[in-house]
T-cell receptor, first 113, second 117 residues
Framework: DSGVTQTPKHLITATGQRVTLRCSPRSGDLSVYWYQQSLDQGLQFLIQYYNGEERAKGNILERFSAQQFPDLHSELNLSSLELGDSALYFC????????????FGPGTRLTVL | AQKVTQAQTEISVVEKEDVTLDCVYETRDTTYYLFWYKQPPSGELVFLIRRNSFDEQNEISGRYSWNFQKSTSSFNFTITASQVVDSAVYFCALSSFGGTSYGKLTFGQGTILTVHP
């Protein structure tokens, strides 16, 4: 158990819908990262937050957004969902934004029908 | 741009065999970290090791060992006396400092390791 929690574990929804994925980092970790794992693209970095502020952005679609709250938990919002958004979404956390020893949560498996 | 290449898509071995997973990386940064993660069938990503670019010492942890060679931009992972529980997908990853690379992990495509009894 990495200490990073993600909810829900599985999510099945329809095209055009909007979903929110939630992540709680390990105790003491200030930085949260979101990654997407799909068969086509492999593991791709989406976005990073550090202590509530966006720190780095990767291949994140405009339909996707994220935020980190004062209690350090983070949410990833996916809207206007398409079939191709079906993937495993991981959250990871680390002590700071440079340390980079990232510990991953169990992931949320999103299926868009 | 950063890139990580794991040339072996799949490896199949019999228990107790040694197996080496190759990883080659590309980066223009002089300071960077290299990682290995394991993804067992259950799906979670398990951190195995982090190595910084200044430290080329090889590392051993039980049956696992890592060989970092800056001259060839490689960070290979060897499992000695493999076991069925080692069956998983293994990812090599790279992280640099500075610019838009700051903080993110760039992953290879992964190597599927199957250890047969």
């Amino acid at each position: 158990d990495s200490g990073v929690t993600q909810t829900p574990k599985h999510l099945i929804t329809a095209t055009g819908q909007r979903v929110t994925l939630r992540c709680s980092p390990r105790s003491g970790d200030l930085s949260v990262y979101w990654y997407q794992q799909s068969l086509d693209q492999g593991l791709q970095f989406l976005i990073q937050y550090y202590n509530g502020e966006e720190r780095a952005k990767g291949n994140i679609l405009e339909r996707f957004s994220a935020q980190q709250f004062p209690d350090l938990h983070s949410e990833l919002n996916l809207s206007s969902l398409e079939l191709g958004d079906s993937a495993l979404y991981f959250c990871a956390s680390s002590v700071d934004s440079r340390n980079n020893e990232q510990f991953f949560g169990p992931g949320t498996r999103l299926t868009v029908l | 741009a950063q890139k990580v290449t794991q040339a072996q898509t799949e490896i199949s071995v019999v228990e107790k065999e040694d197996v080496t997973l190759d990883c080659v990386y590309e980066t223009r940064d002089t300071t960077y970290y290299l990682f290995w993660y394991k993804q067992p069938p259950s799906g979670e990503l398990v951190f195995l090791i982090r190595r910084n670019s200044f430290d080329e010492q090889n590392e051993i942890s039980g049956r696992y060992s890592w060989n970092f060679q800056k001259s060839t931009s490689s960070f290979n992972f060897t499992i000695t006396a493999s076991q069925v529980v080692d069956s998983a997908v293994y990812f090599c990853a790279l992280s640099s400092f500075g610019g838009t690379s700051y903080g993110k992990l760039t992953f290879g495509q992964g190597t599927i390791l199957t250890v047969h009894p």
